[in-house]
């Protein structure tokens, strides 16, 4: 018999030994000790190790940014442009600052470009939604002449490839980090950035 919470936990804690020892330094009996299950019931769950990796990496594929990010609230703010993307851009740090995200990132930086089955993991498919998202809010921007008359796309890349980089430095560790600093760092560039673009 298969126990959903039993399949959630594996993913979990595989989770846990991917981001540290990467996809070929993480094993399933480490997994199934971590669950606290026997090896051998592991495969009532999932075929493979590689069939594990693929569930994590499909659970993060299904996730909306959008939802998480974009509230009626936050989009109430668009009149006021400038606390609009300080807002968005805190808010993005508050979701990159949970622990899964911070072992998702990390696991995803490790294993770039492995391929695993048919899947070959990519940071550029993980941003691209976040870049969408950007392209679409400058593309209103640009044509309601609140900014000026940029390519909305160059302007999703400049927004959002500091933000990235952000993350990466700050958020992929499991230590606790200032969050502080890192929301300072975050207002500056959206300060930097929206000066340079506002009308």
Not at 66 to 91: C, G, H, M, V, Y
Not at 110 to 115: A, C, G, L, P
Not at 177 to 195: A, L, P
């Amino acid at each position: 018999m298969k126990y959903p919470n039993t399949k959630k936990l594996i993913t979990e804690k595989a989770l846990d030994y991917f981001s540290n020892n990467g996809y070929v330094g993480a094993s399933i009996r480490q997994i199934a000790r971590a669950v606290g299950i026997r090896e051998s019931a592991i495969y009532n769950h999932f075929k493979s190790k590689e069939e594990i990796f693929l569930a994590i990496l499909s659970d993060y594929k299904s996730k909306s940014l959008s939802t998480k990010i974009l509230s009626d609230e936050l989009l109430d703010e668009l009149d006021n442009p400038e606390k609009f993307l300080q807002d968005f851009a805190r808010k993005l740090v508050e979701f990159w600052n949970t622990p899964k995200e911070k072992k998702f990132i990390r696991l995803l930086l490790m294993e770039q470009f492995t391929k695993v089955g048919s899947v070959e993991l990519s940071v550029t498919e993980y941003v691209n939604e976040l870049r969408a998202i950007c392209r679409l809010i400058f593309s209103e921007m640009v044509k309601n002449n609140i900014a000026k008359k940029y390519d909305p796309e160059i302007l999703a890349e400049q927004f959002t490839a500091p933000l990235f980089l952000i993350r990466t430095e700050h958020l992929s560790k499991d230590e606790q980090v200032d969050i502080k600093n890192v929301y300072g760092i975050v207002s500056k560039h959206v300060n930097f950035f929206w000066n340079s673009i506002k009308l």
